[in-house]
Structure formats: C-alpha cells, structure tokens
C-alpha cells in the first residue's frame, strides 16, 4: 500500500517497486461509461483497475463513481497507486459558459480566468481532477469544426488565452482543494488541416508553424500547464504523437516542459492508419517521442511497450522517465495524500451549483462575447415601448442540441427573458423552420405572427453538434431552409433583427447583411445566454464583443485572416494584374475586431513617450479614448505593428497588444500600451528571434480594418548583437 506522505523520494521508491505490467498501466487511460468522445469502445472494468493495467480515466463523472473506480485503485490493486480523473470541460460543467471562440470575443483575460476558475470548482467537487482544456489551437478556415473550442485566428490572443485558462483551471497549486489539472491542447498546427476537413493532414512552413500555432502553447507551458495532448494530425509527414523535433527537441528540452504528455483519443494506435508503424513500433516511437500517456489506444502501449522493450525498440528507463511523471502529477494533485480529495458529497456539490455568482458570471460571459454585428438606423437597442415581439426560428433546435435542457425550455428561457425585458409587449414565437430541412405549415405559421409583430427577433444558424469535433462543413453558412425564411421575413418589411448562433464564423448572405436591421453574433452562449441576449437587445448592456476571427463574404475566401504577408502587387480596383478575386468580394464580411456599440467612440492623438528604441529599450504608445455617444460602454483598442522594411517579409499588421477601457459618454480616457523592442523582434531567415534597425509603423484601432488605424513610426535605432540561440525557438 502506497505510505500516505508520499514525496519525490516515495515516488522513486514506488517506481523501484513496480512491475512493468503496472508500469506500463499507469501510462493507459481508458474511458469510463459516461460520454464517449471517441471511436466507440468498451468502458473500463473494476479489475482491469485492481490489476494496475490502467493508470487514469477519463469521462466518468460523479463523486460517487469516482470514489467506487478510485476504491479499485487505491484499496484493491497490488500498489494502491491512485487514480486520476479526467473530462473535457472547455466551458464549463454545471455551469455552462459561451463556447471558447465566443468567450475569445470578450478580449478579457480575467474574464477568460474566471470562467475557468468556476470551471475548475465545479470540477473539483464531482471527481475531476484534469481537463482537457484549453483548446488553444489557431484556426484561420471556418470550415474545420473545432473553430468553436479556439481562441480564433490571432496567435497573440490565443496566448493570452493560454495564460488565463491555465491560471483559472491550476491556480498556483495543483493539490488546493479547488485546482484541477489543466491540458493544453491540440499540440500543433491542428486548426490548419487540410481545407478544413477533420482530421486532415496538416503542411506549413516552419515559418507559419512557428510564428502562428507554437506560441500559444509556449505560453502554456510558460504559465505552468500540467499537460499537453499532441494533435492526431500529420504535420508535414510526421504525425504529432511521434513528433521527436517538436515533442522531445522543442517542448520538454528548449521549453522545458516536464508534465505529462497525453495522447489524443487512440491516436497511438492511429499510427498504423497513418502507415508509419506496426503496434509495437507505433508504442516505441510514441514513447520516445515523450508522449507519456496513451489515450484509449486500444492496447497500444498495454500490448506494444513490452514486445518493444523485449526488441529493444525502448530502454526501460524511457518508461521509468515516463511513468515518474505521471506519479509526478498524482503527486501534485495531492491523489496520493487524499485519493477521494475532489469526491465532494452532496451537500458540497448542491452547495456547489447553488452559487448564484457562478449564474451572474455565466450572464456576464455571455454578454461579453455577444458581437454586434450590423445595426442599421440604430435599430438596437429596441425601444421599451414596443407591443409585440415576434420570436422566430428554429432556436430550440440550436440551442437543445446535445445539451441540456431540453429544447422546449431553451425557447421559453428566450420569450421569458424577452418578456422581462419588454413588459409592454406580446411575445409571439414560431420555429418556422427547422435547422436544416423545411417545416411543415412552419413558415405559414411564422408569417402570420410576423404580421401582427412590431419587430421580429429571428434565430438562425448551428446546432450545437454541427460545429465541434468531427463537424467540418464545406459550406459554413445558412442551411436552405433557414434562409427561405429570412428571405420571406423580410419580404414583410417588418424590421428583422437576426441572432447567429454557431460554433464558427458563418457565410452571412449579402441580402441578408444589407436588409436585416440588426445581426448579433451569439455563438453558443451558454447558461445564461436568453439573458444576456435580453440584456444587448433592450440595451441594458452595451454589447462590446469583437470578432477573434474574420468572417468570409464567401466561402470561396478561405482562409481569410488580417495579418496576411504583402505582395508585390497589392489589390487595386483598376489594376488587372494585382492580387485580387475578379468574382466575388475580396474584403471579409466581418474583419478580425469588428464589433459596433450603441455608443460611438473617437480615437485620437497617438503618440509614443519615445519616438526612438533601441534593443532591450520600451517605449509607450498612448491614444486618447472619447465615449461620443449617449451610452457608457467598454471599447477594444488594438495595437498593431508593422516591421516596414525587413530582411523577411513581416505581415502588413501584426497584432501585439489590445486592452479594453469603459468610457462614460462624453469622458475620455488615455489607453497605454507598453511597447518593447523584443516585441518588434520576428524570426530572421533562420527563424532565430531578431531585432533589425528601421521605421515600424504603429497602428492603434477598433478593429483590423486599415481604415479605422491611426498610425504613427517608429525608429528602432540600432542592430541587436546577434544573441547565440542554440535552436529555433518560437516567439
Ligand atoms: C477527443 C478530442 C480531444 C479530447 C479527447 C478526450 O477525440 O480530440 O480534444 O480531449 O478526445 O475526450
């Protein structure tokens, strides 16, 4: 039996103890029988556990299950060696917040942080110990599902992104009552498979690997995350879970990761479909790659790591180093001194659920993430005094998914809020449609209400379970149906205000952005989202969501991103030959920042506290912010950089810092960015970090769209000695 004050020296100890059967069990993760996100399989067995073949689980929750799994480990097997538990919890588990691209939208970090911290709580006290979160993978092409779980395009935001979740999941304790375990992933390049399509193999430069999908997870790792999952894809011929110059070379030696590295679902045993490896090969070169723990790999390290280590394919100290690190983490989540820490009881869980601060936080989140999209003639926010309001579209279906509650109460969630918010008014409501095939009497139904409606809030978009893992669509827009009934709502000349929810940026029809008299983003808003949809449409929250992605004007667009390299021959109108399409627009229809108020703000008079920097020197760059309108409201400022002659070519803007600042109407305020010359610094030819000497302009702004940048120069005075940097390293 494992000694309860277990330390570094009793893991050392344990580990002399072990055989390799039980070695190479608490590097195989199997699921439990609650949800199945993967290729479906059978659940664990309770002497499966009690003969040490299977180190953690993953989807099995609830204390009472967890404590009875946990019993097998810990009173049953030879060692006793806890579990851990582990689920996916992107955004939230009693709690439900907007899905993670939708929370990007709020660009607020404490925001981002407290969520997870609720998260991790509400994890923490139902036998979780570890989540697969973040999802912090980059995504430029809409069509590719997992759009929903990322941080969207820009590498900045998905660090910062990082930084906050990890800190909202582990706070600075992995053993505190409330911490859980936090994973980055997918590790790397995902976002960028193959046009778009799930699981599709991945080839980028060096350069774009390096720049754009790396940095996030360098500040992962940098903010201490407990895990990392390498991502099924191939990048450039090699698959993630075998990747050695990225996994072993980049991640555990120049980043110096040493937490544990996960498998994705199967994706050892994948290795075979990829065609790199038979099974024992697929466990040596996973292994030695430092994936430490192999997910649901249907006997892939379990059958594999044996015959390996028998044809010497890998060194028993490999899977020492390996196993260590997993009784490494179960040490720090204190599993070891407390198996059944986060097995809460139910007075603790109901006290847990009951918190109505976690509700207020959930409205609050979803507020922040609502993104207004249009607003002709101030059409929002609509007037108290309207008398009826007409609710149409298939909401239920989109809102009901696979989630909970059912559809029927989603809808009434929505009339009652909207109710609550408009007292004086009829609330009629019509689906009208379903999410993808036309209803029955439906669009009747939703014409006749419309008629008697002094506006019509109309629901389209995704269900929940058309964006998501395995959910790539070709065509990321408005089914048929769906847009047969914007056509003939609008068709009424009733104003027409639109709520979008889906997982992804959406192809919004011209007739439908130059007719609709408003159009919300909402994403998936989660718990409270009928609330905090209520709250923008009334106005009594000033929405002040920004687009973390750009949104095409046409699918054929894609991907379409802001800080694209220039050309040599940049799009003009009258130009034949310059870079442009000769057939649909060449501007997004909604670019990266975009996002109105109900108030207007002014920027002006930038400036920088220094004009001139050297290496290792900062400079302040100050905008003055004026609330122009008659509405208090929060404002995203941007500020971006371009690097205007350079030995590589740099992006035309470079995002480098943005903050958020609440200005009352008629205040103004002054937003301050700390500007370093490392941030001017880029990856020279040999992708080593270098500062060069010359003009950087410095761009401040609502959003990336160059008309609404002011810009000032900067000089950057004189060359960084060359610092000796032994490998490449991302920024
Ligand atoms: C899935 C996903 C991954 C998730 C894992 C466990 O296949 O790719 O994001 O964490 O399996 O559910």
């Not at 053993?175 to 960028?192: D, E, L, M, N, W």
């Not at 994403?523 to 989202?529: I, M, N, Q, T």
């Not at 057939?583 to 220094?610: Q, V």
């Amino acid at each position: 039996m494992v000694k309860a004050a277990m330390d570094h020296r009793g893991i050392e100890k344990l580990l002399s103890e072990m055989t390799l059967k039980e070695k190479v069990g608490q590097l195989t993760m199997l699921s439990g029988e609650l949800v199945q996100t993967g290729p479906a399989s059978a659940p664990v067995t309770s002497d499966a556990i009690k003969n040490g073949e299977v180190g953690s689980l993953l989807n099995l929750v609830g204390s009472e299950r967890v404590r009875d799994a946990q019993r097998h480990a810990v009173e049953g097997s030879r060692l006793g060696i806890p579990l851990f538990f582990s689920l996916d919890v992107l955004y939230g588990l009693r709690t439900m917040f907007p899905i993670p691209l939708g929370e990007s939208s709020a660009f607020d970090p404490a925001l981002w942080e407290a969520t997870a911290r609720v998260a991790a709580e509400e994890c923490a006290v139902e036998g979780i110990d570890l989540t697969f979160a973040p999802m912090i993978d980059i995504a430029r092409d809409p069509r590719w599902g997992r759009t929903l779980e990322g941080p969207g395009e820009d590498a900045l935001v998905g660090q910062r992104v990082a930084r906050a979740k990890v800190r909202g999941y582990q706070t600075d304790d992995l053993a505190a009552p409330t911490a859980i375990a936090a994973t980055a992933k997918h590790f790397a390049g995902y976002g960028a498979v193959l046009a778009g399509r799930e699981y599709a193999s991945v080839d980028m430069s060096e350069r774009l690997l390096h720049e754009v999908y790396l940095p996030p997870f360098r500040a992962a790792v940098e903010a201490g995350v407990a895990c990392l999952m390498p991502a099924f894809i191939d990048l450039n011929g090699t698959p993630m879970s075998i990747h050695v110059p990225l996994l072993r070379k980049l991640v555990r030696e120049r980043w110096g990761f040493d937490g544990v590295i996960v498998s994705d679902w199967s994706s050892i045993a994948e290795l075979l479909l990829h065609g790199v490896a038979a099974r024992p090969e697929a466990a040596a070169l996973a292994l030695n790659a430092g994936v430490d723990i192999d997910m649901m790999g249907k006997g892939a390290y379990v059958d594999g790591l044996p015959e390996a280590l028998d044809r010497g394919l890998v060194t028993m100290a490999r899977i020492d180093e390996a196993v260590r690190r997993v009784l490494m983490l179960k040490l720090k989540l204190g599993l070891f001194d407390d198996p059944y820490r986060r097995c809460g009881s139910p007075e603790a869980i109901a006290a847990s659920a009951a918190q109505p601060a976690r509700r207020a936080l959930a409205r609050e989140a979803a507020r922040k993430s609502i993104v207004l999209l249009t607003n002709t003639g101030a059409t929002l926010p609509l007037k108290g005094s309207l008398k009826s309001i007409a609710i149409v579209g298939p909401f239920g279906e989109i809102a009901g998914g696979n989630s909970e509650p059912p559809p029927a109460e989603r809808v009434a969630a929505l009339v009652d809020q909207v109710k609550a918010a408009f007292p004086e008014a009829a609330v009629s409501v019509a689906a009208g449609s379903h999410v993808e095939q036309p209803r029955e009497g439906g669009l009747a139904e939703a014409l006749r209400n419309a008629e008697q409606s002094d506006v019509i809030l109309l629901c389209l978009g995704e269900r929940v379970d058309m964006a998501g893992e395995a959910s790539s669509r070709a065509y990321p827009g408005l089914p048929q149906p769906q847009q047969d009934l914007a056509r003939a709502l609008l068709e009424t000349g009733k104003p027409v205000v639109v709520l979008l929810f889906s997982g992804r940026p959406l192809i919004v029809p011209d007739w439908l952005a130059a007719f609709a008299k408003a159009i919300l983003a909402v994403w998936h808003p989660g718990s409270e989202g009928e609330g905090a949809i209520a709250d923008v449409l009334s106005g009594a929250y000033n929405p002040s969501g920004r687009l973390s992605m750009s949104w095409p004007a046409d699918v054929g667009q894609i991907p379409i991103f802001f800080a694209e390299r220039p050309t040599g021959r940049p799009r003009l109108e009258n130009e034949h030959f310059s870079s442009k399409y000769l057939d649909i627009p060449n501007d997004p229809r909604f670019r990266f920042g975009h996002g109105l108020s109900y108030t207007s703000f002014l920027l002006s008079n930038p400036r920088a506290t220094r004009w001139t920097i050297a290496a290792g020197e900062t400079t302040e760059i100050l905008v003055d912010v004026k609330n122009t309108g008659a509405m208090a409201g929060e404002h995203t400022v941007f500020l971006f950089i371009r690097d205007v002659a350079s030995s590589i070519t740099r992006p035309a803007l470079e995002l480098e810092d943005f903050t958020k600042v609440m200005v009352a109407p008629g205040e103004m305020k002054t937003v301050r960015f700390a500007l370093s010359s490392d941030q001017l610094r880029f990856l020279g030819a040999d992708l080593e970090p270098v500062l060069e000497p010359g003009a950087f302009e410095i761009f401040v702004g609502p959003s990336a769209n160059p008309a609404q940048l002011q810009m000032l120069e900067l000089q950057v005075r004189q060359v960084e000695a060359r610092q000796a940097q032994p490998s490449p390293k991302s920024m």
